[in-house]
């Protein structure tokens, strides 16, 4: 159906008309190649005169008939085709464009399509009628760009033309008449907070802005608090599945405990279609009557907030008002919200990068002081030791060499105990094996260096691992597993390590298991201010960064058994 016929969009277009009249009038007026044709196209052009006249005439006295749209639209159609024929100029079929963008907006697809056909069958004509004036050739390019433009500029139209009408027929004004200030008012607020939600990353403040929408254009009506209108924020739990509450206007404590199933009544329906939703006398429906706040609201809209094509929650406004919602006020909403989840998005990940920035500067500070205590624990209590042995030494150099002789032999042991734990330590922070060789090979060396140091077998097997992961998940896996040999070694005492490797499909397995004294995992991870849980916490957060999964499974004198399993290719999640 057409629109309703509105001054302000006749007006409009009849401005169109008397323009594409004019031009056609100056081009036809300095073509030479025109001169024989300028009696038929002046004809025309004072028939199209007239014509516009009589419209001119008809808006100005608001007489205009009842099938004035469909009358006015044939007409132009008739006329651009007229005057294009007569002119022998495929240029001037480009004026077509305009009766298939009105009939675009007014009428839609079909009838548009039907205009397109017309011109582009007149068109036709008009090429096999003037087939000598292109035998040239030298105007076959001009003919092909004009009828490629014309083409796909009215299939173009006719296509996203009915897509647009709403937004056109407000822009030219053919719906009931202005907006109400009521409605003014509120697009204005909205308007205003839209700006602010691209302004700022703070996610609470973009939840307080959408929230604050429910009020804009009833601000200067003071309504007492049972007449308040209702909103709120509500976000699928991970674990439930159930929508609750994450931000709130005028919802009491106890509403805002409320959770729902999201399945049934308004919510249900804008769950499983992803779409905006009005929805009356909300006191009866199945999932909003959980709230007492809405019980007393006649009208209630309902919008998703989406992430791409995933729904993670929705926003939920109530009034006390009946038929408080239209479409066209539902669509301002649905818009803002679109554009406040964008902005809950981007406030989410500059706060997820400001936690990662925060880790980052703790896991840097824990492992310096890790470094320091090593220092200090191993190469720096050796070197120590060979000074104070080196007095002792001096002093027996007079007075028993054959003893000195065999104290020269302790330091030099010393000395080389000394350089491995160093070297043992620089491996650990920067093995280059691992970026050469990979995982396996800087593994069966870490293990070859401890078994020079400490007094423990470690066992390494990598039978299972065919292929390297990427180097990211080398690097964290090993400073993962080298943690747990650490601890192992710290606190377990164990006589023997085994360390495993494997792929398991699109999976890496990586494991570390001792026959230590074990620990209670519970209590240390409870700890968090001691240097083991400090030491754990490390482990889980290079496993989340590479989208791993990390097991710990200890017992008092039953050992340890660190399992770690992360993608090969460091970004799909494991299942």
């Known amino acids: 159906m057409p629109a309703k016929p509105s001054a302000r969009s006749e007006w409009l277009i009849s401005h169109l008309r008397w323009a594409i009249l004019v031009v056609t009038f ?33 808006l100005y006295l608001k007489r205009t008939p009842r099938r004035f749209q469909e009358l006015t639209l044939a007409l132009d159609t008739a006329l651009f085709v007229a005057i ?67 083409f796909i500029g009215a299939t173009v139209t006719s296509l996203l033309g009915p897509r647009s009408r709403p937004a056109a027929t407000q822009a030219l004004g053919s719906e009931e008449g202005p907006p109400s200030s009521a409605y003014r008012e509120r697009f204005r607020a909205i308007y205003d907070m839209t700006g602010e939600l691209i302004a700022t990353l703070n996610y ?91 019980r007393r609201c006649r009208s209630v809209l309902c919008v998703p907030l989406r992430a791409g094509l995933e729904l993670y929650g929705m926003a939920l406004f109530g009034s006390p008002d009946a038929d408080a919602y239209s479409p066209a006020y539902m669509d301002l909403i649905t818009a803002f919200c679109n554009q406040a989840s964008i902005a809950l998005q981007n406030a989410e990940l500059y706060q997820t990068l400001k936690e990662e920035r925060k880790r980052i500067l703790f896991s840097d500070e824990e492992l310096r002081k890790q470094l320091a205590r090593e220092l200090h624990d191993g190469p720096t209590q050796t070197v120590s030791s060979i000074a104070m042995r080196l007095d002792f030494v001096r002093v027996l150099l007079d007075q028993d060499p054959v003893r000195a002789r065999r104290e020269l032999d302790k330091l030099e042991r010393l000395a080389a105990q000394a350089v491995k734990e160093v070297r043992t330590m620089l491996f650990t922070m920067r093995p280059m094996i691992l970026e050469t060789q990979g995982l396996a090979a800087a593994l069966e060396q870490y293990a070859h260096r401890i078994r020079e140091t400490d007094d423990i077998d470690v066992h390494v097997d990598a039978e299972g691992l065919d292929r390297r992961p990427i180097p990211l998940v080398e690097g964290a896996t090993f400073f993962i597993l080298e943690e747990a040999i650490n601890n192992a070694k710290k606190h377990g005492e164990p006589a ?80």
Do not use: C
């Open 496 to 575: 023997n390590i085994w360390i495993s490797l494997a792929r398991r499909n699109s999976e890496l397995f990586a494991q570390v298991r001792d026959d230590g004294q074990g620990f209670d995992v519970a209590d240390v991870e409870s700890s968090y201010d001691e240097r083991t849980s400090l030491g754990l916490v490390n482990m889980r957060e290079r496993a989340r960064l590479i989208n791993g999964r990390l097991t710990i499974e200890s017992k008092p004198s039953a050992g340890t058994v660190v399992t770690l399993l992360a993608p090969m290719s460091g970004e799909e999640k494991p299942a």
């Open 84 to 150: 294009a024929y007569v002119s022998q100029q495929p240029s001037y079929f480009l004026f077509l464009l305009l009766p298939i963008i009105v009939a675009a907006l007014r009428f839609g697809t079909e009838i548009s399509l039907l205009i397109t056909s017309i011109s582009t069958s007149a068109y036709g004509l008009f090429i096999v009628f003037l087939q000598p004036w292109l035998a040239g050739g030298q105007n076959l390019l001009p003919t092909i760009v004009s009828i490629a433009t014309l």
């Open 26 to 58: 100056v081009l036809s007026s300095q073509d030479s190649a025109q001169r024989g044709n300028l009696v038929a196209i002046y004809a025309l052009l004072l028939a199209g005169a007239i014509y516009g006249l009589a419209v001119v005439l008809l």
């Open 204 to 294: 609470q403040l973009v939840l307080e802005k959408m929230l604050d929408v429910s009020l804009a254009g009833f601000r200067e009506k003071e309504q007492r608090d049972l007449q308040r209108p209702v909103s709120m924020v509500l976000f699928f739990d991970d674990e439930e599945g159930s929508l609750r509450v994450g931000a709130s206007r005028n919802l009491s404590k106890t509403d805002e405990l409320q959770s729902i199933q999201g399945r049934g009544g308004l919510v249900g329906q804008v769950v499983s279609t992803a779409e905006p939703a009005i929805g009356d006398r909300p006191s009866a429906d199945p999932e909003l009557s959980a709230f007492s706040a809405l």
